[in-house]
């Protein structure tokens, strides 16, 4: 982790103001980019991180040291989208944004594409997905963070996999989706 180390954990849980602001500046990118491929949208994805963020706060004098505090951080991130995704069921995803975002990358369609093929998957798999792909955990990390077996986390990764290689099949073929 960057600029975070155990003792600065540490002091922000004794209440250090300056730890505190330094570990969740550190947390803020990994649980918004988290909540932005749960819910697809910008502003939702801000309220999702922002209501992790708090409980992050809230809890941190729960947090053991047991794991990495970004796995710990990412099974609340992860929980407060889940939250916020269902507290907005009427909502559809994405469709504000079909003209695409500000780099190129949003706008050539790929990402936007992507980002919908992730969203259609069933929760389980879609958290794992993210964890693995987006933040680059381990599978006992994952397994951590979702508080699943091992094994479970694999299954999913694999189910999830298969159908993101189905669904965005046209890109390994050299084509464009409709």
Known sequence: MGVVDRECVQRAQTGDRKAVVMLLRELEA???RTAYYTLGHEQDAMDAAQEALLRIYRKLG???GD???RTWAQRIAVNAAIDHARSKKDVLPFKEEAAGGSNPVERSGIHS???EAIQRLPEPQRSV???RHLHDFSYQEIASTLEIPVNTVKSHLFRGRKKLMEWLSDYREGG???
């Open 62 to 64: 729960t947090f053991r």
């Open 176 to 178: 464009v989706l409709p």
């Open 30 to 32: 990994p649980v918004y």
């Open 113 to 115: 594409d992507v980002r």
């Open 67 to 69: 794991a990495d505090i």
């Open 129 to 131: 997905v993210l964890l």
